[in-house]
T-cell receptor
Framework: DAGVTQSPTHLIKTRGQQVTLRCSPK?????VSWYQQALGQGPQFIFQ???????QRGNFPDRFSGHQFPNYSSELNVNALLLGDSALYLC????????????FGDGTRLSIL | AQSVAQPEDQVNVAEGNPLTVKCTYS??????LFWYVQYPNRGLQFLLK??????LVKGSYGFEAEFNKSQTSFHLKKPSALVSDSALYFC?????????FGTGTKLQVIP
């Protein structure tokens, strides 16, 4: 039973570029949440997708956008990259909009030069 | 707004001794509380949760947590620490379908 998978594992971009990160949820899960974890910090909630719609959003600018596909997989897009976007981006999946714990992938390490 | 505080950046404990990692929270309504562990270059792994019921919650790897409503705390505990428990621990609260994490506590178990 595959858990949450994220790709790529590492990525290097320069300021102003655009990036797309991908996530496949754990089998049986239909809800995907994205988090940004800066070095030495806790994960910060970016947004959550359920039934292909953004359901909740944290305090992130519009440069951060996402999408969920009919197979429940998801993408995180970041435009006009800034140095401060360098972080570990974590995807988490769960079943429904409930109190069930989220299952996390190992993340994508994004470095902005 | 909901929030989580982990007052200790690092906790050091000798192997075999009991450990406690502290967490306090603020949320409207009934709290849904979680503990996760993160090993280097990995995602977060779920340890345990409190939704309702007994104030002492048992989780994975021998960890447990005590919910205290009056003190708005949810401290993580283990009776006997192992060197392999050394990792980064995060407390989290679920409110309005958003999960808010604390800043994390690094647990160092000394052989």
């Amino acid at each position: 039973d595959a858990g949450v998978t994220q790709s790529p594992t590492h990525l290097i971009k320069t300021r102003g570029q655009q990036v797309t990160l991908r996530c496949s949820p754990k089998s049986g899960h239909d809800t995907v949440s994205w988090y940004q974890q800066a070095l030495g910090q806790g994960p910060q909630f970016i947004f959550q997708y359920y039934e292909e719609e953004e359901r909740q959003r944290g305090n992130f600018p519009d440069r951060f956008s996402g999408h969920q596909f009919p197979n429940y997989s998801s993408e995180l897009n970041v435009n006009a990259l800034l140095l401060g976007d360098s972080a570990l981006y974590l995807c988490a999946s769960s079943f429904g909009l409930s109190d069930q714990p989220q299952h996390f992938g190992d993340g994508t390490r994004l470095s902005i030069l | 707004a909901q929030s989580v505080a982990q007052p200790e950046d690092q906790v050091n404990v000798a192997e075999g001794n009991p450990l406690t990692v502290k967490c306090t929270y603020s949320v409207s309504g009934n709290p849904y509380l979680f503990w996760y562990v993160q090993y280097p270059n990995r995602g977060l792994q779920f340890l345990l949760k409190y939704i309702t019921g007994d104030n002492l919650v048992k989780g994975s790897y021998g960890f447990e947590a005590e919910f205290n409503k009056s003190q708005t705390s949810f401290h993580l505990k283990k009776p006997s620490a192992l060197v392999s428990d050394s990792a980064l621990y995060f407390c989290a609260v679920l409110g309005y379908q958003k999960v808010t994490f604390g800043t994390g506590t690094k647990l160092q178990v000394i052989p």
